[in-house]
């Protein structure tokens, strides 16, 4: 089984609307994180925001939120208020697992998400 | 600003020659990965090395080995390259073992294998 899928292989959304982005994850530990990175056409990774399992809120950066429903096992990013450079590659990833011998925020990625911002 | 880089953007190698991608951090951090990105299945890691001269093995190792001899550099080996190696590579690092670390990449090697 996957331990983060994105269903959404191919989003579109009109500017300034807002967008969530779904992710689900798979994990047996009870500490684990999550990342949202972005990654435009030019192809660096961007880190977004970041959530714990142990945050009892969600975490938000700017326009982007992360909606965690912990029971539900998801993570989606909320991004409002869309901007035509918003158009990219969206990338969950997770960390399982407190600190280990031999790194402790070893990620797993999903497949992604890509956003297309409409004028 | 956190800056990695990677010795080439674009490379093109013949089946069965040796290659090396070259990976070089300069903000001290401790934990380094290699990352190959490939269409549908987003990015899967390779190995990662948490000190000079370690490495683990990430999900994917075979076909490939590591090198860190020095803390800002983390270089992927492919010894003998093959077609099915043809994918982008991504290296990235990050501060230290604490989870919350977010990981920073560098821009990519996309690799073609003829």
């Known amino acids: 089984a996957q331990k983060i899928t994105q269903t959404q292989p191919g989003m579109f959304v009109q500017e300034k609307e807002a967008v969530t982005l779904d992710c689900t994850y798979d994990t047996s530990d009870q500490s684990y994180g999550l990342f949202w990175y972005k990654q435009p056409s030019s192809g660096e990774m961007i880190f977004l925001i970041y959530?714990?399992?142990?945050?009892?809120q969600n975490a938000t950066e700017g326009r982007y939120s992360l909606n965690f429903q912990k029971a539900r096992k998801s993570a989606n990013l909320v991004i409002s208020a869309s901007q035509l450079g918003d158009s990219a590659m969206y990338f969950c990833a997770m960390r399982e697992g407190p600190e280990l011998t031999g790194g402790g925020n070893k990620l797993t990625f999903g497949t992604g998400t890509q956003l297309k911002v409409e004028l | 600003d956190v800056k990695v880089t990677q010795s080439s953007r674009y490379l093109v190698k013949r089946t069965g020659e040796k290659v090396f991608l070259e990976c070089v951090q300069d903000?001290?951090?401790?934990?380094m990965f290699w990352y190959r990105q490939d269409p549908g299945l987003g990015l899967r890691l390779i190995y990662f090395?948490?000190?000079?001269?370690?490495?683990e093995k990430g999900d994917i190792p075979e076909g490939y080995s590591v090198s860190r001899e020095k803390k800002e550099r983390f270089s992927l080996i492919l010894e003998s390259a093959s077609t099915n190696q043809t994918s982008m590579y991504l290296c990235?690092?990050?501060?230290?073992?604490?989870?919350?670390?977010?990981?920073?990449f560098g821009p990519g090697t996309r690799l073609t294998v003829l």
């Open positions: 990235a690092s990050s501060l230290s073992r604490e989870s919350y670390n977010e990981q920073f």
């Open positions: 090395s948490y000190d000079v001269k370690m490495k």
């Open positions: 903000m001290d951090h401790e934990n």
């Open positions: 959530q714990g399992s142990y945050d009892e």
